[in-house]
């Protein structure tokens, strides 16, 4: 290739990369795969290596990383960055909302708001639209200079785009964080390769940054948001914090799609309470929401403290990490026979909850982790997640004995046995076990199994220990004597309960099949299995490699089954339920057409006159297939009243939504 041809190659496919780069990075809106970028950012860097003359310092090809001296240098900030006063509560809100009133003398103010990254604060500085350096916050007045590190960071801009108005210095400050699919990711590796793995996203985030070989950073593929700005020479004058960050969008420059402008405080506390329910939907790290007077005027009339604006400030939700004391380590035993370690722990507040126990998952986390009895620990909670133990702070003083696998059941003292297929599960082989029959039996009352209402933990617990249940179908014998003889059973509450197991003998095989509890059968496999089979004699006479050939049930699948009615106690439960009046058959249904065949619907909120699985009843009759979680393969997504975290989701995925008037006519 001659040289002039190859310029304007280099040139074509620098403008062509950094445009990919800023629909992945930027709009979360990509529009070439995976293997195509890397194709072309491969010709770039082969041509750039063949004519290095015209390779540009804004290339897209620098952000691959390299290789640095070991003295990290220092940066003074011209402009501090100032660390933000945090609120708790409401309450304390409103007081900074007072003072805030009290400082400006008049109760005029608007608010721009925005999600509290919970990742590392750097800023970036712009000369004539040029990125020329990088540092961290430091201590507010000396950062690090992680120029080299940034530079990797694609939704960066190495420079502005092409606009009016570009100031001749712009210093931005912001938020350098890591996706939690590439935080897991991540950890994965490490842990593969023996490494200690992450404590959470801000501390990868954190590590990764400080990285003298840019070439490491550039893998962990960190991003970045813009909050506000240091320094402007130049160029327009901003009125609002707002107008700021729609000039930072058209420079190019990255900002949170969730930032809000609020009239009141009671807008402001709405915004809280929404993000504080769903932040668990978002694929990042936030630890609050903050708060900033709009007005830059206004701003400069409030003023600082020594440390912090008085313009701005943060409200925290509840933390999902705490360190605590391991008081204890128990076992016990799941529906399935699997042995599952738990640390009891001195109660701690976490995530707007105390807990005073969490999962240890497997004999061989423990001795990962390093967990003895007396170690302070940091546990973590997410959502409604069980909590975790994420690493030893403190060892215990003295010798601590380590933790060993019982060769008992803790519930029975059946045998303990390693299981073939899971290199980490140890099991209770005891059919009997007392512990995996009160897990079972409260799994075949649930709601997606045999939804029987009452038949709730603690009623299990009772019906075992005075010995009237001993097995899945002992409930359809029980009497109303019996229930009154219970805890909080009286007349009414007693006939319910007897009302709803009576209901269930009418379940479908498919809710009875996923209420067995059969190994790795979940609720799309029941239903496949239900559908194809109809009856519960045919599934249990069915060969492996005849439930093999169904779509989607495999080897492992179909293994479980014929094993689990392979066993001559399985076969004595299902004649069990025959005598009780159970139907254990799927009717079939013909449906007029089949319009939403092959379609993957998900319900969310409180639909009027119907509940969610009658809903999910009805399209799975016109051959479409209802799912619990939403992904971009996900269809429709049909949300009801006071919708969850799911609709959130269905958004930020482009999934079609439907409110319910929307969902009747498209069944009528």
């Known amino acids: 290739m001659d040289p002039k041809k190859a310029e304007r190659e280099i040139e074509r496919l620098s403008r062509l990369i950094e445009k990919f780069n800023e629909q ?12 195509e970028y890397d194709q072309l950012l491969k010709q770039l860097i082969e041509l750039e290596e063949k004519f290095p003359k015209f390779k540009s310092p804004f290339s897209p090809t620098r952000r ?22 945090n609120t708790y509560s409401f309450e304390e809100l409103a007081e900074w909302q007072e003072r805030v009133f009290k400082g400006l003398g008049e109760k005029s103010v608007e608010y721009a708001i925005e999600l509290k990254m919970d990742g590392v604060s750097a800023a970036l500085i712009y000369e004539k639209g040029e990125f020329v350096l990088g540092a961290t916050r430091g201590d507010g007045t000396i950062g690090e200079d992680v120029t080299h590190n940034l530079r990797t960071i694609r939704s960066i801009p190495l420079k502005f785009k ?20 590439d935080f897991d990711r991540l950890n994965q590796e490490r842990k593969k390769n023996g490494e200690e793995v992450f404590v959470n996203p801000r501390n990868s985030t954190g590590g990764s940054l400080k990285l003298l070989d840019s070439r490491l950073a550039a893998k962990r593929k960190l991003k970045f948001f813009v909050h506000s700005f240091g320094r402007l020479e130049g160029g327009r004058a901003y009125t ?3 107008e700021f960050l729609d000039h930072a969008r058209n420079l190019g420059l990255p900002v949170n799609p969730n930032n809000r402008v609020c009239v009141s405080l009671e807008e402001v506390k709405k915004y809280c309470r929404q993000f504080q329910e769903k932040r668990d939907a978002l694929p990042y790290d936030v630890d609050g929401v903050v708060i900033k007077v709009n007005s830059l005027a206004q701003q400069n009339a409030l003023g600082f403290t ?18 605590t004391v391991v008081c204890d380590i128990k076992v016990q035993v799941g ?3 699997v042995l599952t370690p738990v640390a009891e722990l001195e109660p701690v507040p976490c995530g707007g909850v105390t807990i005073s126990r969490a999962t240890l998952h497997n004999f061989d986390e423990i001795k990962r982790l390093g967990v003895k009895i007396g170690d302070r620990v940091l546990v973590e909670r997410a959502g409604d997640v069980i909590p975790k133990i994420v690493k030893v702070v403190v060892a215990a003083k003295g010798k601590s004995k380590v933790f060993e696998v019982p060769s008992q059941c803790p519930s029975c003292r059946g045998k303990v046995v390693k299981d073939k297929d899971d290199d980490v599960a140890y099991r209770c082989i005891n059919p009997s076990c007392p512990q995996q029959m ?6 075949f009352a649930f709601r997606e199994a045999m939804d029987i209402d009452g038949l709730g933990e603690s009623a299990v617990k009772q019906l075992l220990d005075k010995k009237l249940v001993k097995d899945l179908a002992g409930i359809y014998t029980l009497t109303k004597e019996d229930l009154l003889g219970l805890e909080l059973f009286k007349d009414k509450k007693a006939d319910n309960l007897l009302a709803a197991i009576e209901r269930s003998k009418k379940q479908p095989l498919s809710r009875f099949l996923f209420g067995l509890g059969i190994m790795n059968i979940g609720i799309k496999a029941a239903s496949l299995l239900a559908k194809n089979f109809g009856t519960i004699d045919r599934l249990m006479n069915t060969s492996q490699e005849e439930m093999k050939a169904i779509r989607d049930i495999g080897s492992v699948m179909s293994e479980s089954v014929v094993n689990f009615f392979a066993q001559p106690s399985a076969k004595r439960l299902i004649e069990r339920f025959k005598k009780a009046g159970l139907a254990l058959r799927q009717e079939k249904f013909e449906a007029a057409d089949a319009r939403f065949a092959g379609k993957k619907f998900v319900f ?4 009027s006159g119907m509940s969610r699985e009658e809903a999910g009843e009805l399209v799975k009759k016109f051959g479409a297939e209802v799912v619990s979680s939403v992904s971009a393969k996900t269809d429709y997504v049909v949300a009801g009243e006071n919708p969850g975290s799911k609709f959130i989701k269905a958004q930020k995925l482009g999934v079609k939504i439907l409110n319910q008037k929307q969902f009747e006519e498209m069944i009528a």
């Open 64 to 85: 691959i990383g390299a290789s640095i001296p070991a003295t990290v240098k220092t940066v003074t900030h011209k402009a501090k960055m100032y660390s933000l006063d």
């Open 240 to 242: 609002t914090h707002s």
């Open 335 to 337: 529906r399935t026979g």
């Open 24 to 35: 992945y990075y930027v709009h979360n809106s990509p529009t070439v795969s995976d293997a």
């Open 438 to 443: 009160e897990r079972a039996l409260a799994h």
């Open 162 to 181: 092409d606009v009016k108005n570009i100031p001749e210095v712009l210093e931005v400050r912001g938020e350098v964080y890591m996706d939690h699919a």
């Open 604 to 607: 969310t909120g409180e639909l």
């Open 306 to 323: 020594l440390k912090s604006p008085r313009w701005a400030v943060a409200y925290k939700f509840p933390a999902y990490q705490a360190t």
